[in-house]
C-alpha cells in the first residue's frame, strides 16, 4: 500500500504550524525526533516494523478480533483553542484545518517512501525536462463527492484561484511565479495563465520558466489539488474565503465527505459513496477538539480511537495505559526562534531586510540568545527526550540534504555572554541588565504560542536563560498568544514583536523556497540576502538536477542561515499516535501508511483502560 496524503498532511505541527501553515508548503504543516535514550517497551499488540534500533517507537499495530461492520472512528485533535475552519486547500492557512481536511483530500497524485510523486493517484505526471513542461493526467471515472464527473477544469481553477489579484492566501510566492504567465495573470494584464494548456477532458500541460527535482515532490509551482468548478467557480476569489462552500459545506474527493460543522469545535464526516478507490469500511469520523489539560483523561476513559496533535509533555500520563498502542515516527518538522529584521511589502510582494533600523540587527545579539538557550535540559525535563535540539532547518529525514555536520546552538551561557561583550551590549548602570550598543535600556518582545500549563514553564524557562545572560526579554502582549492570533501577528510585522518562537511542518518537498525566498509571505523573519537568495534558487534550478549541485546548495542554504541566525532551530521532534485497541490495523509509516477507506473496528465502543 502507498502512502496516503492525509497522513502528510496531518499535523502539525503542526505548525507549525505548526503553522504548520503552519508552513507556507502546501503539503505541510506541522512529529517527534528521538533523543539519545534507549529504546522503550514496546506496546502491547504492536508489530516490528523496522531494524533501527534508535526507533523508540513502533510504527503500526495490529488488534484481535473480528472487525464490526461500518462503526464510526472517534478522534481527538489536541488544540487549545477552536480551529479556523477554512476548508480549502488553497487558501487554509494552518495545520489544524490541514488535518481536518485530510479526511476529505483534494489531493491528485500520492507519494512514495521517499515522497516522490507517483501515478497512483487520480493524477500521474509527466515531465518533459528538456522544454520545461509537465504534464498531469486525471483518471477517467473519478467524481466529487456530491456525485458530479472530475474534470481537467477543476485541476486548471486552484491556480487561476491561487494566481488572482484578489487572492487572500500565502501560496501566491516564488515557486508559483515559476508557472509562465502567472505573474501576469497576477498583475491583471492577462485573463489567463498563459502557461497553463488544457489538452483535453483529462490532461493539462503546464509551462515553467524553469524545472528542477523539487517538480517530483509537488513543487516548482506545481499544484497538488483539485478545486470543483461547479461548486466555487463562480464565487469571486475575494469572497472564497468567507464563502459557505469553504466553510459549510466543501465538496471533496476523499474517502470521506463533511456531514457537520460546529465551528471551532468538531467536524463530521460520513463516506462518501463515490470515494474512487471503494467505499470506506468505516460508516464515518468524527473529529473533535480536546484541550490538552484533559486529553489523557479521555484517552484513558476510551473517548477517542485516535489522538493527533499529542505533545510529548503528555507522555509519562499515558504511557502506561493498557488501552492503547502507542505509534511514534520522526516528524517533517522543526521548532526555532526568528528574529524580525525587516518587513514584507505588500506592494512589491518581497522581503525587504533591514539590518540597520532593526532591534535584532546585531548578528552577534541573535548568536548570542541562541547559545543562551538550555533545549537540551528542556527536552530532557518537560519533553521525555522525545525531541532534541535541532541543528539545522532541514530535518534528519531528508538524509540527502540534511547537514549533520552543522554545530548549531547548544547550550553556552559563556560564549553568550562573549558575544554580547564583543559587541557592545553591556549592563552600563550595574542593574544586571545589558543596554543597547548606544547605552540605551533593552528590552526585546518575544511573541511565543499558548498552550498547556507546561507551555508556560517553558517558555518562563527561556526568558530566564536570557535573563542569565543579562538579557530583557518579555512577552509581547504581557502574556502567550492564541495560535491563530499569534500568527496573523507574525505575518503581519506587528511593531509589539521583536522575536518570535514558532515551528515549521516542512510537507514533503525539503526545497525551502516558500519559507525563506525574499517572495515568501512565509519568510517571517524577514531576511534576504544574495547569499540565501541564490541558495534558495539554485536548490530549485535546472542545475540541481545534478545531485551533488544540489546538495551543495542545501548545504550552502543551512551554513548561511546557521551563520546570520535570523532564525535558529531549537528541535526536531517525533510524532506521537495514541491509537485505541478497537482499531484492528494502523500503520502511519510513510512507505506504508494505513489508508483511510480501509480502516476497521474490532468494537462498538473505544476501549476504556
Not at 504550524?17 to 502491547?44: F, H, I, N, R, Y
Not at 459545506?249 to 463533511?258: C, E, M, R, S, V
Not at 477538539?289 to 505533545?311: M, R
Not at 532593526?358 to 533545549?375: T, V, Y
Request: charged share 25%.
Amino acid at each position: 500500500m502507498k502512502k496516503s496524503k492525509w497522513l502528510l498532511f496531518a499535523a502539525l505541527f503542526s505548525l507549525l504550524l505548526v503553522l504548520a501553515a503552519c508552513s507556507g508548503k502546501e503539503d505541510g504543516t506541522a512529529t517527534e525526533e528521538p533523543a539519545d535514550t534507549d529504546t522503550e517497551e514496546q506496546a502491547e499488540g504492536a508489530e516490528e516494523t523496522t531494524e533501527d534500533s534508535s526507533e523508540l517507537f513502533e510504527v503500526s499495530v495490529t488488534n484481535e478480533g473480528e472487525a464490526i461492520e461500518g462503526g464510526i472512528l472517534q478522534v481527538g485533535m489536541v488544540k487549545d483553542e477552536p480551529f479556523q475552519g477554512i476548508f480549502n486547500w488553497e487558501l487554509y492557512e494552518d495545520a489544524y484545518d490541514s488535518e481536518l481536511m485530510s479526511w476529505t483530500s483534494n489531493a491528485l497524485f500520492e507519494t512514495d517512501g521517499d515522497f516522490m510523486l507517483t501515478d497512483e493517484g487520480i493524477a500521474s505526471l509527466d515531465v518533459d525536462q528538456e522544454n520545461n513542461k509537465a504534464t498531469v493526467k486525471i483518471r477517467e471515472g473519478v467524481k466529487w463527492s456530491d456525485g458530479t464527473p472530475l474534470t481537467i477544469e477543476d485541476v486548471i481553477l486552484p491556480y487561476h484561484i491561487i494566481g488572482h489579484k484578489d487572492y487572500t492566501g500565502v501560496r501566491y510566492d516564488t515557486q508559483f511565479q515559476n508557472i509562465i504567465g502567472a505573474e501576469e495573470y497576477h498583475a491583471g494584464t492577462a485573463e489567463t495563465i498563459s502557461g497553463l494548456k488544457k489538452i483535453d477532458d483529462l490532461t493539462l500541460e503546464i509551462s515553467f520558466k524553469q524545472l528542477s527535482p523539487s517538480i517530483f515532490y509537488g513543487g516548482d509551482g506545481l499544484w497538488t489539488y483539485a478545486a470543483p468548478v461547479h461548486q466555487v467557480g463562480d464565487i469571486p476569489v475575494a469572497e472564497l474565503i468567507e464563502s459557505d462552500a469553504v466553510r459549510k459545506n466543501p465538496i471533496t474527493l476523499g474517502a470521506f465527505k463533511i456531514d457537520k460543522i460546529v465551528p471551532g469545535e468538531s467536524v463530521s464526516y460520513v463516506k462518501n459513496e463515490h470515494y474512487w478507490k471503494g467505499e470506506p469500511k468505516l460508516d464515518g469520523v468524527v473529529v473533535k477538539v480536546v484541550p490538552s489539560s484533559s486529553v489523557s483523561v479521555a484517552i484513558a476513559s476510551g473517548d477517542y480511537d485516535l489522538v493527533t496533535s499529542f505533545n510529548a509533555t503528555k507522555m509519562e500520563e499515558i504511557q502506561d495505559l493498557e488501552n492503547i498502542n502507542i505509534l511514534g515516527r520522526p516528524e517533517l518538522y522543526y521548532s526555532y526562534v526568528g528574529f524580525k529584521v525587516g518587513k514584507f511589502d505588500t506592494t512589491q510582494n518581497k522581503v525587504v531586510t533591514d539590518m540597520e533600523n532593526s532591534k535584532m540587527g546585531s548578528q552577534e545579539l541573535r548568536q548570542a540568545m541562541g547559545f543562551a538557550l538550555d533545549i537540551e535540559q528542556v527536552s530532557e525535563v518537560f519533553y521525555n527526550n522525545l525531541r532534541e535540539r535541532a541543528n539545522s532547518l532541514i530535518p534528519p529525514v531528508f538524509e540527502s540534504f540534511y547537514d549533520g555536520e552543522l554545530n548549531g546552538y547548544t547550550y553556552d551561557p559563556e560564549k553568550a555572554e562573549a558575544l554580547l561583550d564583543e559587541a557592545g551590549f553591556v549592563d552600563v548602570d550595574g542593574d544586571g541588565i545589558r543596554e543597547d550598543q548606544n547605552g540605551e535600556k533593552l528590552e526585546i518582545k518575544l511573541a511565543a504560542m499558548s498552550g498547556d500549563a507546561t507551555q508556560e514553564e517553558i517558555i518562563a524557562f527561556y526568558l530566564q536563560n536570557w535573563a542569565d545572560v543579562g538579557l530583557n526579554v518579555v512577552l509581547s502582549t504581557g502574556r502567550l498568544i492564541e495560535f491563530n492570533a499569534f500568527y496573523d501577528m507574525v505575518q503581519a510585522d506587528d511593531p509589539e514583536i521583536d522575536m518570535f518562537m514558532g515551528a515549521w511542518g516542512t510537507g514533503t518537498n525539503p526545497s525551502p523556497s516558500g519559507l525563506y525566498g525574499e517572495a515568501d509571505q512565509y519568510n517571517f523573519s524577514r531576511y534576504t540576502s544574495d547569499v540565501l537568495q541564490s541558495a534558495v534558487v539554485a536548490i530549485d534550478s535546472p542545475e540541481s538536477f545534478d545531485t551533488d549541485f544540489r546538495a551543495e546548495q542545501f548545504k550552502i542554504f543551512q551554513e548561511h542561515l546557521e551563520e546570520v541566525a535570523t532564525t535558529i532551530p531549537m528541535q526536531f521532534r517525533y510524532e506521537i499516535f495514541p491509537v485505541n485497541k478497537r482499531v484492528k490495523n494502523y500503520n502511519i509509516d510513510y512507505a506504508d501508511a494505513t489508508e483511510i477507506h480501509e480502516i476497521e473496528l474490532v468494537a462498538d465502543k473505544p476501549v476504556a483502560n
